[in-house]
């Protein structure tokens, strides 16, 4: 799957501490792409449990959630198209609960 980053995921995986950021990833790489990959975006499979993925009310874009505790690790995704019809994962912000001011 290819993915792009918004210019506010970037300000915020930069401040991210390192052992959040390989948390962030590993949730990422083990969990939300195979779940893409087997067409959880599409409603062909689940999103994994574990990682609470869900719609913001009236957006399209999705939060997830790849720590529960300290630290409150989230982030926000959506699906674009490209020209050529394939989708695109746009990463928009990285953090705790306040990604969710400006998702």
């Known amino acids: 799957m290819k993915y792009e ?3 506010s995921f970037l300000r915020d995986i930069s401040r991210l501490p390192p052992e959040h ?3 962030f990833r590993d949730a990422v790489y083990k969990h939300l792409l195979p779940a893409i990959e087997q067409g959880a975006h599409t409603g062909q499979a ?19 959630t790849w720590n ?16 050529d019809g394939e989708p695109v994962l746009q990463w928009r912000r990285v953090g705790d609960h306040s990604v969710y001011d400006r998702p």
Not at 46 to 64: A, I
């Open 68 to 83: 529960f505790s300290s630290p409150d690790g989230r982030a926000t995704f959506r699906f674009v198209a490209t020209d």
């Open 5 to 7: 980053r918004t210019a």
């Open 46 to 64: 689940s999103w994994p449990v574990r990682l609470r993925v869900h719609k913001l009310t009236g957006t399209d874009v999705y939060s997830l």
């Open 21 to 23: 950021y390989v948390m």
